[in-house]
């Protein structure tokens, strides 16, 4: 149960980090809606919060874990620490004219990111300033990523699953307190940004330093160990991107629709919330924990890692895609339709979300499954299924944007994430990598019949107080309280019921997460 643990440790946090992230975006709706002010922050802010998803939960993480914990495992912390302060020098001198260039380049990057904004519009123009104000938080995102990895390889994972609260933390305080005072929405959120980014690094730095590890900033040094961590960093761009590319592939076809971009952002954010609870927690926990194991010989207890963690993740993921299909429209209305966002425009977020919804379990499963190939050093492999799958969701996307417009993109995004998933799965299976226990497989089936039964009470219940959610917010409130309390509480019924889970396995994922010393070995 020690795995269950820190996978709630770091949920627990991460599911803080997106409810703050929720109500950062009721706000965001409410002062901007789905115009032009909306879209131009948005594209310039998904191209940043592109790289920190790549480079936090994936391409850097995935190459820096399993060498720095693979070091700490056999040559101890110094050696481990050594390493790391190689890594971190060839980052920032690296990083730093990179961002200048790309920075002073951005009206040509625009160009690229969002075609269906006309140059030289209004729109364009203000697209360009926000993204030259956001864009440096990707040096301290990168800079992150390696502190945290430090953190997670050590098993201690709250800190660096407590940062990202702090972006959402500047984002509120910025739209209730600074907004007001400015008028200028897309320049306040811009600078909120900006700032968070240096508030993360500052706490990860005060944590690698409490867990005994003080890093300098040496020479940049292109040592075997650091040429090694780029070999693996440079196919891991784009496997442990997939999702994020294929999100902004979305993002430059959804431009050609007015009001695209923002109807795909905010489905976006409402089934990031569960991908961020189950998914991420996931693949930052069993990373370190295969690779260390691995190192270790322990081939058995990885097999049974990764088969807990395929399980868990399936128990939390299938009721949630049930739930988000069922019951899109109470949760945009409630959560988003007020200000400037109209009916219209709730209705149009939903339908989106309706179509993210039967990715989601796909989505985490990428994140559990690609752990077994980064452990073992291998990005090559889950390079070539991402580039698999961007080109589906490429084809996809031209396909049906005519004929389902926004629609046409997130389903596309979702059959693309289950051709990853899949090519995963059946390369373990085929390798000997992996493979399902007797418990994995007598629990599927009953996951999905708990969810199924699940997702009937909710659909019944939602018919009966649907006239709830055209009236007073409160009685929206509640509505979607009586419809997500049902589901909580049918599905955990089902589940105990058919023998999908124990109640001890609720019980540690329901636990309070540590503030620290969380750091023992699962």
């Given at each position: 149960?020690?795995?269950?643990?820190?996978i709630?440790?770091?949920?627990?946090?991460?599911?803080?980090?997106?409810?703050?992230?929720l109500?950062?975006?009721?706000?965001?709706?409410?002062?901007?809606?789905?115009?032009?002010?909306?879209?131009?922050?948005?594209v310039?802010?998904?191209?940043?919060?592109?790289?920190?998803?790549?480079?936090?939960?994936?391409?850097?993480?995935?190459?820096?874990?399993?060498?720095?914990?693979?070091?700490?495992?056999?040559?101890?912390?110094?050696?481990?620490?050594?390493?790391?302060?190689?890594?971190?020098?060839?980052?920032?001198?690296?990083?730093?004219?990179?961002?200048?260039?790309?920075?002073?380049?951005?009206?040509?990057?625009?160009?690229?990111?969002?075609?269906?904004?006309?140059?030289?519009?209004?729109?364009?123009?203000?697209?360009v300033?926000?993204?030259?104000?956001?864009?440096?938080?990707?040096?301290?995102?990168?800079?992150?990523?390696?502190?945290?990895?430090?953190?997670?390889?050590?098993?201690?994972?709250?800190?660096?699953?407590?940062?990202?609260?702090?972006?959402?933390?500047?984002?509120?305080?910025?739209?209730l307190?600074?907004?007001p005072?400015?008028?200028?929405?897309?320049?306040?959120?811009?600078?909120?940004?900006?700032a968070?980014?240096?508030a993360?690094?500052?706490?990860?730095?005060?944590?690698?330093k409490?867990?005994?590890?003080?890093?300098?900033?040496?020479?940049?040094?292109?040592?075997?160990?650091?040429?090694?961590?780029?070999?693996?960093?440079?196919?891991?761009?784009?496997?442990?991107?997939?999702?994020?590319?294929?999100?902004?592939v979305?993002?430059?076809?959804?431009?050609?629709?007015?009001?695209?971009?923002?109807?795909?952002?905010?489905?976006?954010?409402?089934?990031?919330?569960?991908?961020?609870?189950?998914?991420?927690?996931?693949?930052?926990?069993?990373?370190?924990?295969?690779?260390?194991?691995?190192?270790?010989?322990?081939?058995?207890?990885?097999q049974?890692?990764?088969?807990?963690?395929?399980?868990?993740?399936?128990?939390l993921?299938?009721?949630?895609?049930?739930?988000?299909?069922?019951?899109?429209?109470?949760?945009?209305?409630?959560?988003?339709?007020?200000?400037?966002?109209t009916?219209?425009?709730?209705?149009?977020?939903?339908?989106?979300?309706?179509?993210?919804?039967?990715?989601?379990?796909?989505?985490?499963?990428?994140?559990?499954?690609?752990?077994?190939?980064?452990?073992?050093?291998?990005?090559?492999?889950?390079?070539?299924?991402?580039?698999?799958?961007?080109?589906?969701?490429?084809?996809?996307?031209?396909?049906?944007?005519?004929?389902?417009?926004?629609?046409?993109?997130?389903?596309?995004?979702?059959l693309?994430?289950?051709?990853?998933?899949?090519?995963?799965?059946l390369?373990?299976?085929?390798?000997?990598?992996?493979?399902?226990?007797?418990?994995?497989?007598?629990?599927?089936?009953?996951?999905?019949?708990?969810?199924?039964?699940?997702?009937?009470?909710?659909?019944?219940?939602?018919?009966?107080?649907?006239?709830w959610?055209?009236?007073?917010?409160?009685?929206?409130?509640?509505?979607l309280?009586?419809?997500?309390?049902?589901?909580?509480?049918g599905?955990?019924?089902?589940?105990?019921?058919?023998?999908?889970?124990?109640?001890?396995?609720?019980?540690?994922?329901?636990?309070?997460p540590?503030?620290?010393?969380?750091?023992?070995?699962?």
């Amino acid at each position: 149960m020690a795995i269950l643990r820190s996978i709630a440790t770091v949920g627990g946090f991460t599911g803080v980090s997106r409810i703050l992230g929720l109500v950062r975006d009721i706000l965001i709706a409410q002062a901007v809606g789905s115009g032009v002010v909306a879209d131009a922050f948005l594209v310039a802010f998904r191209l940043p919060n592109m790289f920190r998803r790549i480079f936090a939960e994936g391409a850097f993480n995935a190459a820096f874990v399993p060498l720095f914990a693979g070091r700490l495992e056999r040559e101890g912390k110094g050696a481990a620490k050594l390493f790391a302060e190689q890594s971190l020098s060839i980052l920032v001198f690296t990083l730093v004219p990179l961002l200048a260039v790309t920075m002073a380049a951005m009206p040509w990057v625009m160009l690229v990111l969002a075609p269906g904004f006309e140059a030289g519009s209004d729109k364009f123009q203000l697209a360009v300033e926000l993204a030259q104000i956001t864009f440096p938080y990707l040096l301290f995102m990168a800079l992150a990523a390696l502190l945290s990895g430090i953190l997670n390889s050590l098993y201690r994972f709250a800190a660096a699953a407590a940062a990202p609260i702090l972006l959402n933390i500047f984002f509120i305080f910025s739209l209730l307190l600074v907004l007001p005072l400015t008028g200028n929405p897309g320049q306040v959120m811009a600078w909120s940004v900006a700032a968070a980014g240096i508030a993360q690094f500052g706490l990860l730095v005060v944590a690698v330093k409490r867990a005994g590890l003080k890093l300098r900033l040496p020479r940049p040094r292109l040592t075997p160990g650091v040429r090694r961590l780029l070999a693996l960093m440079a196919p891991g761009v784009v496997s442990a991107g997939a999702l994020q590319i294929n999100l902004v592939v979305g993002t430059i076809i959804a431009s050609q629709q007015e009001g695209a971009v923002s109807y795909l952002y905010y489905a976006d954010r409402i089934y990031q919330l569960p991908l961020g609870l189950i998914g991420i927690a996931f693949g930052v926990v069993l990373l370190p924990d295969l690779a260390r194991k691995l190192r270790g010989g322990l081939e058995e207890e990885a097999q049974t890692s990764m088969n807990r963690g395929l399980e868990m993740a399936l128990l939390l993921t299938v009721p949630s895609a049930v739930a988000l299909a069922i019951i899109p429209e109470p949760i945009i209305i409630t959560l988003f339709e007020r200000g400037a966002l109209t009916r219209e425009g709730s209705e149009a977020i939903a339908m989106a979300l309706m179509a993210f919804a039967g990715g989601l379990p796909a989505f985490v499963l990428v994140k559990v499954l690609q752990p077994a190939f980064f452990a073992r050093e291998d990005t090559k492999t889950p390079l070539h299924f991402a580039l698999w799958s961007v080109g589906a969701n490429i084809a996809l996307s031209l396909l049906l944007f005519p004929f389902l417009q926004h629609v046409g993109i997130a389903l596309a995004t979702t059959l693309a994430a289950w051709l990853n998933a899949g090519l995963l799965a059946l390369s373990l299976c085929r390798r000997e990598h992996h493979q399902l226990d007797a418990r994995f497989k007598g629990r599927l089936p009953r996951i999905i019949l708990a969810s199924v039964l699940m997702g009937v009470i909710i659909w019944a219940l939602g018919g009966w107080i649907a006239p709830w959610f055209d009236g007073a917010i409160h009685t929206k409130i509640a509505g979607l309280i009586i419809l997500v309390g049902a589901g909580l509480g049918g599905f955990a019924a089902f589940a105990v019921l058919f023998g999908a889970a124990r109640i001890s396995e609720f019980k540690v994922l329901l636990r309070r997460p540590k503030p620290g010393g969380e750091g023992k070995t699962p």
